[in-house]
């Protein structure tokens, strides 16, 4: 794909019983998640942002693979196919 390309998705990631604290430290190591929130049943909130489609299907499918994880269930996509051109300003 040419250009510049972002991908920005969001996501609520379920951790299985007992495991969050885990799962958090495992998503922190995994370049563009972002964790931003989670409850008290082990539910995270997260982003992910990555350079194109691709590294973003492959990012959830780790996330999937991991130990900690019960379920992954996305929100939100969007991709940005000119992500450094600044909106204008509606008048």
Known sequence: ??????NISSAIVYA?????????TQLFQ????????????GKLIVTIESDNDRAAV??????ERMDSVLSVAMIFQQTESN???ELLKCK
């Open 1 to 6: 794909m040419e250009g510049n390309v972002l």
């Open 58 to 63: 492959d990012t959830y499918e780790a996330i």
């Open 83 to 85: 992500p450094d051109q």
């Open 16 to 24: 299985k019983p007992a495991q969050e604290q885990v799962l958090r």
């Open 30 to 41: 995994v370049a563009g998640v972002e964790v931003h929130a989670s409850t008290d049943d």
